[in-house]
């Protein structure tokens, strides 16, 4: 039986297609969309009962952008601690008043040193309790820890602050994938790959680069249409920060659908 040989063309299709498959060696896995930073939940100030507080007055709306440190709320409490600290500011005026007016009848002998000493206490004093007022007037103004956007509010004027917080915010000019990766496959990822991610609403993949990796194995969060997936998988959250993040800025955690190259 004569034996055939393959042509030399069709050898070196053949080499080449061998070679783009180990080339396009990938990862997969599914994942949720979300901000730089994840998604912050502001409960207001820790301490001075800001947990059971009432929200007096909020100074933002959904779909807002707040910059660092701005003003997003104000307590119920708000308006007593302020009127708190002007008053213990004009009695800090008396205060100075009345050890100037000591210190000048001293250089008469016009008064005693335990007068004078007693006035530079009271102004300490004074200049202390504005202080402590002035704190706790602060724990009643609830200020935005980052520029971000608001993506929902929890509680309204007029409404207790839960479990939930006021609200909502995050940095959705710069969005990630949080992608679950095996751990049996979590040892082929490495910072810097690229990344190819299908998002339901929009027609086109994205593309992105894997940011960062977690440095925990945790249970499977993300769970497909799969009957049969391993629902007690153990994975690793893999960070993918998105070329054109803004296409997809309004779908905070929205399912995925993600490919590493590897």
Known sequence: MPIKTIPFIGLLLVCCHLTALAESRSVSGLGRLEPDGGVIKVAGPSSGGASGSVIKELTVGEGEWVEKDQIIAYLDSYSLRKAEVARLKAIYVNANSELKRQKNLSL???????????????????????????????????????????????????????????????????????????????????????????????????????????????????????????????????????????????????????????
């Open 108 to 262: 008469t002998s016009a008064t005693s040193l335990m007068k004078l000493d007693q006035a530079i206490m009271s102004l300490d004093v004074a200049k202390a309790d504005v202080a402590a007022a002035e704190a706790r007037r602060d724990l009643a103004v609830v200020r935005s820890p980052m520029r971000a956007q608001i993506l929902e509010i929890h509680a309204q004027p007029g409404e207790r602050v839960g479990p939930e917080g006021i609200l909502e915010l995050g940095q959705t000019d710069r969005m990630y994938v949080v992608a679950e990766i095996y751990e049996t496959d979590i040892a082929l990822i490495e910072k810097g790959q690229a990344a190819t991610v299908r998002v339901g609403a929009i027609a086109e993949p994205l593309t992105g680069t894997v940011d960062r990796i977690s440095l925990k194995v945790g249970r499977l969060d993300i769970l497909g249409t799969d009957p049969i997936a391993k629902t007690d998988a153990r994975v690793v959250e893999v960070y993918i920060k998105l070329d054109n993040g803004e296409a997809v800025s309004g779908y905070t955690n929205m399912q995925v659908e993600v490919e590493i190259q590897i």
